[in-house]
């Protein structure tokens, strides 16, 4: 990790940003007693890419799990495309639509093959024609380079081709929000390089991408915005340049010292 | 600095090579090894000598009265004599041709099984059709054929009959249970604990008895509610609640990040655990699963002390016969090794399915 942090890789060319897609005002939400998200608000715009940094336990993970309703929260309002997410079926339905996320163990379903694994959600839940599903998925699968493993099933790939077939999972019902949690800490060292390539690729084709991960090169090469959590608050935000050159809280600077002199 | 070059692989050397490895490393490795397997080969020689000459060398295997067979060996004559008996029970005599064709369509259907690929609409349809098909058949009493009362059914037929409707119809509602017993809503939640509990609670037998006894209790007077439909009812019930204590234990080996997966992608509750949870959690519990249908099979022989007389009871039956007596152990012999026929080959079936839908390795 270290290591893509010495040279300063060369920035993504981007696009100009959209509406906000992404609000949070005000979150609050608790695990019994313990306050693990603290008055967190955050306005993310359509085609923005976050990355969110943090050390384990700040809250990062559980902030982009509320965004697709896989964690509840209990004070403040999240909307996604104006729709607020809350437990009434119909807006998490909808919200489902717009979102997906990339988990840190892939989370394929072990028992289909990887075709299966792509089409089962547009053909159940968007009704999608088989072909058309079908379609989509090598389509996908060509882009994350991968087509050629289409009928094996999950635990016959290396944990770089299970994370790009879960995030080729993802676009197939085409989402506008794509959420990552942590997508390359389950990987070996070999295989972080493909798996950063596909989500440079997708934030280059504009998708709104909210990263939660340590790759701090995948950061300054792509990032909009940095976002710095500790102890279940963002404490700084920067553009990544500044972000990481000038970092002004003590919290931060603590922390790229300890993640990159060592 | 130092470079060294590849080395190509070796055989091993000769002692861990085929039969000698094998046999030092399973039955030699260490002293309490070779005790075991000098103490194992000793209880063999005690039991299968004797065995072999009462079943074979000594045994009688043809002949027409209990007077053709010579002492000191099994008189199998009795088993040949009985054989309808212990197949059918007091089925007709000159109707038995109709359990034969059942038997005879569902040999039939095993074999074209093979040849007909995935599970397609005709397979449901032929799932479906073969109970009613069966079940007119047997029963009789359409298309000209003379009604023949269940309780005349036995032997093997009825333990047949009555363990295949008990898996068949105990794996739906044990998923159910197990379903319930996995929700949210407490009260669905709490029924569900209660039911599973409570009938796990008691023996079979009790539950064979409430049928029979009380079950009639809560229809109308008058209405005759059929024996072996009592007794189908209670060992549905009674199983469906071992099920769902298996596919439990399967829901609980299935990690967090599937259900997560799946609502991310959007689908339902329903299509989640019928596509994704409930696929995978049926997988893992074969092994239960199949040992908790063995043991359906063979508590089937329970449904004797109701009155319906299976195998076993026919067994107890055939021996008391005037002409037959003192046969109870060629008798029980057979009926053991007819169970064990049924009860390995589902194992094995298991085993076979287990392997077909391993997906980590290649298919």
């Known amino acids: ?262 | 600095m130092a470079v060294y070059p590849t080395i190509p692989p070796k055989e091993p050397p000769l002692g861990e090579r085929g039969a000698i490895a094998w046999v030092r490393h399973n039955l030699l490795s260490s002293p309490y090894n070779i005790a075991f397997t000098i103490l194992g080969i000793g209880i063999l020689y005690l039991i299968i000598p004797p065995f072999v000459k009462w079943a074979f060398l000594n045994a009688t295997w043809t002949g027409h009265s209990k007077a053709d067979c010579h002492p000191g060996g099994a008189c199998w004559i009795f088993i040949r004599a009985k054989l309808d008996m212990f197949f059918f029970g007091f089925y007709p005599h000159d109707q038995l041709w109709r359990p034969k064709t059942v038997i005879a369509t569902i040999v039939a259907l095993v074999a074209a099984s093979k040849f007909i690929k995935g599970f397609n609409k005709l397979k449901i349809a032929l799932i479906v059709m073969f109970p009613i098909y069966a079940y007119i058949l047997l029963r009789g009493g359409y298309f000209g054929l003379s009604p023949v009362e269940t309780s005349k059914w036995g032997g093997l037929l009825l333990t047949l009959v009555i363990a295949s409707v008990g898996i068949v119809l105990s794996f739906p509602i044990g998923i159910v249970l197990a379903l319930g017993r996995q929700s949210k809503l407490p009260i669905i939640k709490s029924m569900s604990v209660f039911y599973i509990e409570f009938v796990r609670g008691v023996p079979l037998i009790t539950v064979l008895f409430m049928a029979s006894v009380v079950l009639p209790l809560f229809f109308p007077e008058g209405v005759n509610f059929n024996k072996l439909a009592r007794a189908l009812i209670g060992i549905t019930l009674f199983e469906a609640a071992y099920v769902a204590e298996n596919i439990r234990s399967g829901f609980q080996a299935i990690p967090k990040g599937q259900y997560e997966a799946a609502d991310s992608l959007g689908l339902s509750y329903w299509q989640k655990m019928g596509l994704v949870i409930l696929p995978q959690a049926i997988k893992v519990t074969i092994p239960n699963l199949v040992g908790t249908f063995i043991s359906l099979f063979k508590d089937t022989s329970l449904v004797m002390i109701i009155g319906l007389f299976d195998l076993l009871a026919m067994v107890t039956v055939t021996a008391n016969d005037r002409d037959w007596l003192g046969m109870d152990t060629e008798g029980y012999v057979f009926a053991a090794f007819i169970f064990w026929i049924f009860t390995f080959s589902m194992s094995m079936y298991s085993k076979r399915l287990e392997k077909k839908l391993d997906t980590s390795k290649g298919k």
């Not at chain 1, 060319?13 to 306050?35: R, T």
């Not at chain 1, 299970?162 to 995030?167: E, G, H, P």
């Not at chain 1, 800490?185 to 390089?193: F, N, Q, R, T, V």
């Not at chain 1, 500790?230 to 809280?249: K, L, M, R, T, Y």
Request: glycine share 6%.
């Open chain 1, 1 to 262: 990790m270290a290591t893509q942090t010495q040279t300063q890789p060369e920035r993504i060319e981007k696009k100009a940003l959209g509406e906000p897609i992404i609000q949070l005002e005000n979150v609050n939400k608790w695990y019994g007693d313990f306050h693990v998200l603290k008055d967190i608000n955050l306005e993310v715009k359509k085609g923005e890419i976050v990355v969110v940094l943090g050390p384990s336990g700040s809250g990062k993970s559980t902030m982009i799990r509320c965004i697709n309703r896989l964690e509840e929260y209990q004070e403040g309002s999240i909307k996604v495309n104006g729709i607020e997410v809350n437990n009434d079926v119909k807006n998490l339905r909808q919200v489902r639509s717009h979102v997906d996320m990339v988990f840190q163990h892939f989370n394929l379903f072990p028992h289909l093959t990887i075709l299966e694994n792509l089409t089962l959600a547009p053909i159940w839940v968007y009704k999608r024609p088989k072909k058309e599903a079908l379609e989509t998925a090598m389509y996908y699968l060509e882009k994350v380079n991968i087509a050629d493993q289409a009928h094996k099933y999950p635990n016959q790939l290396s944990g770089g081709q299970q994370q790009r077939v879960a995030i080729a999972r993802a676009l197939c019902k085409n989402p506008e929000i794509l959420l990552f949690d942590e997508p390359t800490s389950a990987l070996d060292p070999e295989m972080i390089g493909e798996v950063l390539d596909v989500m440079v690729k997708l934030a280059e084709e504009g998708k709104t991408m909210i990263t939660v991960t340590h790759e701090m090169g995948f950061a300054r090469k792509v990032a909009d915005r940095v976002i710095f959590m500790d102890a279940g608050q963002i404490v700084e935000e920067n553009e990544p340049e500044a972000f990481f050159n000038n970092p002004e809280s003590d919290r931060l600077k603590l922390f790229l010292q300890q993640i990159l002199h060592h």
